[in-house]
């Protein structure tokens, strides 16, 4: 399947994603990343950090999928590389249809809000270096999560990030960036006290 028009915001990608494979029962990682893009950074970001937001991060084995998925390709963006590979082991990874509609579905409105923010800003932290510094933090942030799937839902800040980050080199918004960055510092700080 050809991939769609290239998103510009959530709800462009999410219309994308809710194409992904047709009208077959179940859908790979693969075809999502297909529908959404498979050679920029942004989608290859953004569609993993909303599934682990999403209610399918419940789902034994999809958060640490998607972990590897980031961790594989931010390690290719930081080497240099322009065309991703990603192993078939985890792109053949799928979900029943219905739950991925649901998804979806969940999705819309956090999504809507989020597009109305959205506009081409600080762009340091969307091109270049910037987005290698995005990169090198998101690989970090992959890493935690195959521990907290032991957690049902715990990987969803972890999402949160990672879909920030997507939106914010999906959309050229470094603002968003900013805010995911802002996260990913306050959420082991917020962690820490609550154990204190």
Known sequence: MPAE????????LLDNLS??????????????????????????LLVPGLIALSPLSGIPGIPTSTALIVMLVAVQLLIGRQDF?????????????????????????VARVIDKF?????????????VRLVALVCFFIAATMPPLELLPFAATTAG???TLFGVSLVAHDGLIACVAFALCVATPLLISQALL
């Open 118 to 130: 959205l506009r081409r800003r600080l762009s340091f932290f969307t091109e270049g270096l910037g």
């Open 160 to 162: 949160a990030a990672l």
């Open 85 to 109: 590979w990603l192993p078939k082991v985890l792109l053949s990874r799928s979900v029943g249809r219905s739950k991925l509609d649901k998804a979806i579905k969940f999705l819309r409105p």
């Open 5 to 12: 028009q290239a998103a510009e915001n959530l709800n462009q």
């Open 19 to 44: 194409c992904a494979g047709g009208k077959d029962e179940r859908v790979t990682l693969g075809d999502m990343l297909q529908a959404t893009g498979r050679r920029a950074f942004g989608p290859l």
